[in-house]
């Protein structure tokens, strides 16, 4: 299947192989997509290194979120920094604030999940 690469931040990545966020960040890769990471612990999943911070990632198509609304709060300015064409909110992170926000700069707010994005085609 050809699709165009959307280089993807997970936030709120997981070492942990049972966290949704880690079998996101694997699913991403196993479907040819570029994948940046920032979790709480740094470390590697497959070729993915997981950073903490906020580091200055350029190019990113998509923010998919694994943290729930109140620990997104001190992200806000960052994740609207990257200036992404889309934010994803998994289940347990929603955050109508950061909906209008993005909302506001045009960038597309989703709650959906990314496993199921994938899954069925329409990531």
Known sequence: MDHDNKTTLVLGASLKPHRYSHKAIRRLLAEGHEVRAVGLR?????????????????????????????RQQEFHGYILSLNPQRIIFNPGAGNPELVRLAEEKGIQAIEACTLVLLATGEY
């Open 42 to 70: 740094a470390g590697q999943v497959e070729k993915v290194s997981i950073e903490t911070g906020k580091p200055a990632f350029e190019d990113i198509h998509t923010v998919t979120l694994y943290m729930n609304g109140s």
